[in-house]
């Protein structure tokens, strides 16, 4: 019961962190979301991929429950995180949101500082007692996300005067310092020229050993270097989900095949 | 009579518009590529007619009046004016002028009933005059804008042209318009600093702008120290400021972020209504409810309080300026970018941390501008003052004293029978310059706020 129809190996039980059941999203009567059954393997690289306007950013957006921001968004089924049913009204989202952060397509440092943007997060938590602890989860974050190097001499710069790709990098270590167990990132390169690209993707990839990661992505390649699961969506449905390799060379269905080969999308 | 030319106008325009469209389309049934679509040479017909007749009826009638007086005032049989002043000669004028719109008075004298006779003959000999002329001139603009009609004439560059030519007009009017007035303004204050030091004016404390009527009366010498007007408006603009800044902020704040969307469509409306109320109404509410409210409160806990009190007067203004605020902060608001917002909430900040930590910062600059711009209108506000505040100027920054405001003095000033040149009057205009310094300096500060914070996300 905790395979989906399409899966090309067996899950055990033990092996989910995130767990969705005939998730439905709809946006006043549009119907974005259909039926979504998946399972998410902790400390791991789920890519969802699909054409655009297929749900992905929508479902992700579920996942950390962002999608209560939008008026008209209305969400049904039951999604889980380590067993526990996130959208249980006794379930706080901002303490949620703690646990699962999220990096966005367009990098969107604060007007602040690098450091405040960085110890925004850890601030409104209380995770630091005094100005030592902020600042030793500050330099942790920005090292875990590759940046200490470039950054350490201009802490008190504005975050938004780094290149876009430091940006990002910062967007990611400001969602590290709270904490999270997830990360959910969605097509956090698009706006990136191939250098920085490279730069995410390995960060992502060292990432995996301490998160589970959740990466929306239109380029088939990228889902290919840094995941290990891969999801294909079509107009809200979940098409076929597995191992990135037995999607992208043997998939099961036709539209994923077609999407793949590059017939649509 | 007036009406004709433009008539004449309007029916060359559409005339010359339906013949120049003809034209072009002639030439493209006839197989050529025109260069401009068929409306633009109806267009550059029109404007071609319209833009230099309209300018010769507006010139011509502004004129009219004056050389057709000057006219009749030459023709009067000799001697009549003889030995008169400029002001005698006035009045006679005034009466042909009257004579002539039927209005007589008493038995004038023949020469008046004639002058009056050649008046009106003048008068509709140049109405005549001027419709020739117009339709003259319609008519060969008209031919002229069908003889361009051509496969290759460029004629939208042409309407391009003529208007642009007609906004640069515009923004001149606009501009030399203001400059006028400014000039003005400059030419009558300094006239006053030539009777009042420019010293007294700026640092005296006393405020009684009297003028001796005769020359040996006692103590009538006016004081001309603007100094407690100006404070008068400044404890009026204080407490309108901090009634205003307060809730329109939290009126914004409420209404961007946490109303629901119902609430907000009925709230903003209403907000947008309240800001086009006119100020004569707050000026009523002002003095019918907000000043005996304050005064019997205070009388019930034994406080004595004047009737016109700065708080009435600057607390209706207050509310004035509520909306002006409100709709800056929410649009400074909703200008911070989405993904500002989803950044702070997707890393589990509540939507207060998010407004007080995020958008408000990002906000401020707007705000500030939305701000400086009300304290403009709060000190240059003159209706509810006018209405609400007192007349006696004070020295006092006790809201529930009467206190009188810069508006209010300017008012009064030029209120009754005083001519142009004494210090009374002409202390109007130094108080309104003053007024217009302080409300460009402030202007000039909140647009360049303004201005800086949009591009940061533009
Ligand atoms: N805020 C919104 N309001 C209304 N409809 C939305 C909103 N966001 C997304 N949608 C709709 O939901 C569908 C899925 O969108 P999205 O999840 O953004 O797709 P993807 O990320 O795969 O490109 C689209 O049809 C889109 O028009
Ligand atoms: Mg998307």
Redesign the interface.
């Known amino acids: 019961m905790f395979d989906t129809p399409h899966s090309a190996i067996d899950e055990r039980l033990s092996d989910t962190k995130i767990a969705a059941k005939k998730v439905q999203v709809f946006y006043g009567d549009t119907h974005a979301i259909k039926d979504v059954d998946i399972n998410i393997q902790p400390r791991s690289v789920t890519a969802f991929i699909g054409p655009s306007g297929c749900g992905k950013s929508t479902f992700l957006r579920c996942l950390?429950r962002?999608n209560d921001?939008i008026?008209i968004c209305r969400v049904e089924g039951e999604i889980t995180i380590d067993g526990e049913d996130i959208y249980d009204p006794k379930v706080d989202p901002?303490?949620?949101?703690?646990k699962v952060?999220?990096v966005?397509q367009?990098p969107?440092?604060?007007?602040?500082s690098i450091y405040d943007n960085i110890a925004?997060?850890p601030r409104?938590?209380g995770l630091a007692k005094n100005k030592a602890e902020l600042d030793e989860i500050v330099s942790s974050s920005l090292q875990k996300a590759g940046l200490w190097n470039e950054a350490k001499d201009r802490l008190d710069e504005p975050g938004t005067g780094l290149s876009g790709g430091q940006q990002q990098r910062l967007?990611i270590a400001?969602?590290i310092a709270?904490n999270p167990e997830v990360i959910l990132m969605d097509e956090p390169c698009s706006a990136l020229d191939p250098i920085a690209t490279a730069k995410v993707e390995e960060l992502i990839d060292e990432l995996r050993t301490n998160y589970t990661i959740v990466i929306v992505t239109h380029s088939m390649q990228q889902a290919a270097r840094v995941s290990q699961r891969t999801a294909f969506f079509h107009l809200g449905i979940l098409v076929e989900e597995g191992l990135t390799q037995d999607i992208f060379t043997n998939p099961q269905d036709k539209r994923t095949q077609d999407y793949i080969t590059g017939r649509f999308g | 009579m007036t009406a004709v030319p433009f008539i004449i106008l309007l029916l060359a325009a559409i005339v010359g518009y339906a013949i120049n469209i003809q034209a072009a389309r002639a030439i493209r049934s006839g197989g050529d590529r025109l260069h401009s679509l068929e409306h633009f040479h109806g267009l550059f017909s029109l404007l071609l007619v319209v833009v230099p007749a309209l300018t010769l009826v507006l010139i011509w009638l502004a004129l009219q009046g004056s050389i057709v007086d000057g006219l009749v005032m030459s023709s009067l049989p000799s001697g009549v004016l003889d030995g008169l002043g400029s002001g005698q000669i006035q009045l006679i004028g005034a009466e042909i002028r009257s004579i002539a719109g039927g209005r007589i008075f008493g038995t004038p004298e023949n020469w008046k009933l004639e002058a009056a006779d050649r008046l009106l003959g003048y008068r509709q000999a140049s109405g005549w005059l001027l419709v020739t002329v117009v339709t003259l001139m319609s008519l060969g603009l008209i031919f002229f804008a069908r003889s361009k009609v051509a496969a290759e004439f460029r004629a939208r560059q042409g309407v391009e042209r003529i208007t642009l030519w007609l906004m640069i007009f515009c923004a001149v009017v606009a501009i030399f318009t203001t400059v006028g007035i400014v000039a003005a303004l400059t030419f009558e204050t300094l006239k006053f600093f030539q009777r009042v030091p420019v010293t007294e004016f700026l640092f005296g404390l006393n405020w009684e702008p009297q003028i001796p009527i005769r020359e040996d009366q006692i103590a009538a010498e006016g004081a001309f120290g603007a100094v407690p007007v100006f404070l008068g408006t400044i404890v009026i603009a204080t407490v309108a400021l901090l009634i205003a800044v307060p809730v329109g902020l939290f009126t914004a704040i409420y209404l961007n972020e946490f109303s629901?969307?119902s609430i907000r469509n009925v709230v903003k409306p209403i907000l947008e209504i309240l800001a086009g109320v006119p100020t004569v109404v707050y000026g009523f509410f002002a003095i019918l409810v907000v000043a005996p409210a304050i005064r019997q409160f205070g009388q019930s806990i034994g406080v004595e309080v004047a009737s016109n009190t700065a708080l009435a007067a600057g607390g209706v203004m207050g509310i004035m300026l509520i909306p002006f605020i409100s709709s800056f902060a929410d649009d400074a608001l909703s200008a911070v970018?989405r993904?500002?917002?989803?950044?702070?909430?997707?890393?589990?900040?509540?939507r207060g941390?998010m407004m007080l930590?995020?958008l408000f910062?990002?906000a401020i600059p707007g705000i500030v501008g939305g701000i400086l711009l009300a304290v403009s209108r709060a000190i240059g506000e003159t209706m509810i003052v006018v209405m609400a505040a007192g007349l006696i100027a004070r020295m006092t920054i006790n809201p529930l004293d009467s206190v009188t405001a810069v508006t209010v003095q300017i008012v009064t000033l030029l209120i009754g029978d005083t001519s142009f040149d004494n210090p009374k009057t002409l202390a109007a205009f130094a108080l309104g310059m003053m007024l217009f310094i302080a409300t460009l300096v402030i202007n000039v500060f909140a647009l360049r706020i303004v201005r800086k914070y949009r591009e940061?996300y533009d």
Not at chain 2, 340 to 350: C, E, I, N, P, Y
């Open positions: 950390n962002m921001t008026d901002v303490q949620l949101r703690a952060g999220m966005f367009k969107n440092p604060f007007p602040k925004y997060g409104i938590h967007c400001r969602a709270v | 629901p969307t970018p993904s500002l917002r989803d950044g702070a909430l997707a890393l589990g900040a509540t941390e930590n995020v910062p990002a940061i």
